[in-house]
């Protein structure tokens, strides 16, 4: 169940720390505020997310959810002499 909440929560993280930010500059009256800073997090924590479940799988490394991947990792793969 943790794990069920641990993505959305992350990506309220995201929004929160980019509106932060964004409304330090709004207060300062500056081109981008805080709606633009919070949409930039909350898109470059989408990208991070699925490459991460992306990867997760074909790299043999260790899964976001904490289980190992069955696919051999680069040392267990034969390689070519040349």
């Known amino acids: 169940m943790i794990y069920n909440m641990e993505r959305p929560l992350r990506l309220v993280t995201a929004a929160a720390l980019g509106s932060l930010i964004g409304f330090e500059r709004e207060r300062l009256l500056w081109a981008a505020g805080m709606r633009t800073h919070m949409l930039v997090c909350v898109g ?17 490394r260790q899964h976001l959810d904490g289980h190992h991947s069955d696919h051999p990792g680069p040392k267990d793969q034969p390689t070519k002499s040349i």
């Open 44 to 60: 470059i924590w989408t990208v991070a997310a699925v490459g991460l479940a992306v990867a997760g799988p074909l790299s043999g």
